[in-house]
Nanobody
Framework: VQLQASGGGLVQAGGSLRLSCAASGRTFSNYVMGWFRQAPGKEREIVAAISWSGINTYYADSVKGRFTISRDNAKSTVYLQMISLNPEDTAVYSC??????????????????????WGQGTLVTVSS
C-alpha cells in the first residue's frame, strides 16, 4: 500500500491543523493505521493509531484530549485532527500501515516496528 500524507504547516500555539493520509494500492480496510512523529534530535514516537474499522483508537498520553484520529475507508484516508497545539508538537508527522490483526492489542500497534508501510512525512511547526 502507498501512503501520502499532507496537511502540515506553520501554526501558532493554541492553533489547530488536520493531517490527512491517503492510501492507494490495496484494500484500505485491511490495515491498521498509525500516526507517528519525530522531533529534531528525538526518536520517532507513536501519536495515535486506529483499527481497521475505526472502532478502536489509541493515543499517546502527550496528545490525549487534543488529537483525534479517524478514518474514512470509502476514501482510503486516515486523518489526524490536532487542536491546542503547542511548540512541543513540532515534528515531522508520518502515517503508517500494518495488516489488521484479530485483536486490538498494544503489542500490535504501539511500536513503529509493527508497521510495514510508511508515507513520507509532513512537517508541523508550532510557533510560540
Amino acid at each position: 500500500v502507498q501512503l501520502q500524507a499532507s496537511g502540515g504547516g506553520l501554526v501558532q500555539a493554541g492553533g489547530s491543523l488536520r493531517l490527512s493520509c491517503a492510501a492507494s494500492g490495496r484494500t484500505f480496510s485491511n490495515y491498521v493505521m498509525g500516526w507517528f512523529r519525530q522531533a529534531p534530535g528525538k526518536e520517532r514516537e507513536i501519536v495515535a493509531a486506529i483499527s481497521w474499522s475505526g472502532i478502536n483508537t489509541y493515543y499517546a498520553d502527550s496528545v490525549k484530549g487534543r488529537f483525534t484520529i479517524s478514518r474514512d475507508n470509502a476514501k482510503s484516508t486516515v486523518y489526524l485532527q490536532m487542536i491546542s497545539l503547542n511548540p512541543e508538537d513540532t515534528a515531522v508527522y508520518s502515517c503508517a500501515a500494518r495488516v489488521r490483526t484479530t485483536l486490538w492489542s498494544p503489542e500490535y500497534y504501539q511500536s513503529l516496528y509493527d508497521y510495514n508501510y510508511w508515507g513520507q512525512g509532513t512537517l508541523v511547526t508550532v510557533s510560540s
